[in-house]
């Protein structure tokens, strides 16, 4: 318990001010409710007490990597430049302006910021859709097909799958930037 207010007063008046910086909020609470409006506030992540000091560290490491992710703002290849503010792909020979929607953008954003980085669908769960929610590893398939579908008149990258494991971005022309 904290001593002048309460953890959701608390996440309520941060992000009212325009904070966005992560919230991992520990609580004793552990009704749907309690979770449901905490994220409904702006939490990013929850644990219940007692805690696990591991997965603490695990969740805070996870948080950290999505944060470090939306400040780098933009990836440009030799023919295309990803824009993480506007989830835009361009074709800069063509002008082409792609938008994509957000876990498809985040998804292929990451693969192409670290080409030949292999990650595994629990890596993009975690990170993309993250720990809060119970997804089926076949949702990051899904989304991989979409990205290729949306994608195939990009030369400039290829997304390869790693069978049995997961998934890499290999960039083809040029390097980014």
Not at 42 to 68: M, N
Not at 144 to 165: A, E, S, V
Request: glycine residues 4%.
């Amino acid at each position: 318990m904290m001593p002048v207010m309460d953890g959701y007063s608390l996440v309520k008046l941060f992000r009212e001010s325009g904070q966005q910086l992560p919230i991992l909020m520990m609580t004793a609470k552990s009704q749907f409710e309690s979770l449901e409006e905490t994220f409904q506030l702006g939490v990013d992540d929850y644990l219940v007490k007692p805690i696990i000091l591991s997965e603490l560290v695990l969740r805070i490491k996870a948080l950290l990597r999505r944060v470090k992710l939306e400040h780098e703002q933009e990836l440009q290849l030799a023919n295309c430049k990803l824009q993480y503010q506007s989830l835009a792909l361009t074709n800069l020979k063509t002008s082409r302006i792609e938008q994509l929607p957000p876990k498809e953008f985040y998804v292929l954003y990451k693969l192409l910021s670290t080409p030949q980085k292999i990650f595994t669908r629990l890596d993009l769960l975690d990170d993309i859709w993250g720990m809060e929610e119970d997804y089926d590893e076949r949702v990051v398939d899904a989304c991989i097909k979409r990205i290729r579908q949306k994608c195939k008149d990009y030369q400039d990258f290829d997304i390869i799958t790693i069978r049995g494991l997961g998934y890499k971005g290999q960039i083809n022309h040029g390097q980014t930037s």
